[in-house]
Nanobody, 123 residues
Framework: QLQASGGGLVQPGGSLRLSCAAS????????KGWFRQAPGKEREFVAA????????YYADSARDRFTISRDNAKNTVYLQMNSLKPEDTAVYYC??????????????????WGQGTLVTVSS
């Protein structure tokens, strides 16, 4: 129901834009988030956006470099990633808090997850 895309190989300092499109259900009023899991590490919070798009949260590692946004008409959430670093290498997952508009940082508060898209930052 959640299809993440946009990952790939990028050089340090480069940019990528991840997308997560929902199908089968309408999540237009649901808060959405992005998480990532680096090799050998636990999955961690990256960014989240409220149902209206008016409130956003970022992990310290993402603030000032990443931007989360959403297009409710397309049932899609985006993560624009700039100034990428090797430590951003991870599988990135989108997630939805079904019918809850308030953002959250904890994984346990998300109900639906995408399959993940791999981002590799390397020269």
């Amino acid at each position: 129901q959640l299809q993440a895309s946009g990952g790939g190989l990028v050089q340090p300092g480069g940019s990528l834009r991840l997308s997560c499109a929902a199908s089968g259900r309408t999540f237009s009023r649901s808060a959405k988030g992005w998480f990532r899991q680096a090799p050998g590490k636990e999955r961690e919070f990256v960014a989240a956006i409220s149902g209206s798009g008016g409130v956003t949260y970022y992990a310290d590692s993402a603030r000032d470099r990443f931007t989360i946004s959403r297009d409710n008409a397309k049932n899609t959430v985006y993560l624009q990633m700039n100034s990428l670093k090797p430590e951003d290498t991870a599988v990135y997952y989108c997630a939805v808090r079904f019918n809850i508009v308030v953002v959250a940082r904890r994984q346990e508060e998300y109900d639906f997850w995408g399959q993940g898209t791999l981002v590799t930052v390397s020269s």
